[in-house]
Nanobody, 121 residues
Framework: QVQLVESGGGLVQAGGSLRLSCAASGRTLSTYVMGWFRQAPGKEREFVSAISWSTVSTRYANSVKGRFTISRDNSKNTVYLQMNSLKPEDTALYYC??????????????WGQGTQVTVSS
């Protein structure tokens, strides 16, 4: 069993930056595709970004492309999401997800509890 724990969320002004972390325990993540999703109040959960196990391949939602960067450190069993130029519409609960067939899939086996990101205007 894998446990995913997100951290790094908080309140930031528009234009600011945050770095989310997702630490895994229970099993190594080194062979898993990892992803980030988010859910704003009253909206469905949406894909944000994904990264292959080798870090060679990444994918981003159009809404965050050029502003967010996903990375991973397999030696630390941790995945990151660097978020720059934040906008109020980025406000959401951000979830880490692990173990998918590919970066193009939105189906994942493991999910964290989420970390709240709030961007004020």
């Amino acid at each position: 069993q894998v446990q995913l724990v997100e951290s790094g969320g908080g309140l930031v002004q528009a234009g600011g930056s945050l770095r989310l972390s997702c630490a895994a325990s229970g099993r190594t993540l080194s062979t898993y595709v990892m992803g980030w999703f988010r859910q704003a109040p009253g909206k469905e959960r949406e894909f944000v970004s994904a990264i292959s196990w080798s870090t060679v391949s990444t994918r981003y939602a159009n809404s965050v492309k050029g502003r967010f960067t996903i990375s991973r450190d397999n030696s630390k069993n941790t995945v990151y999401l660097q978020m720059n130029s934040l906008k109020p519409e980025d406000t959401a609960l951000y979830y880490c997800a692990g173990d998918s067939e590919s970066i193009w899939s939105t189906s994942y086996t493991y999910w964290g509890q989420g970390t709240q990101v709030t961007v004020s205007s």
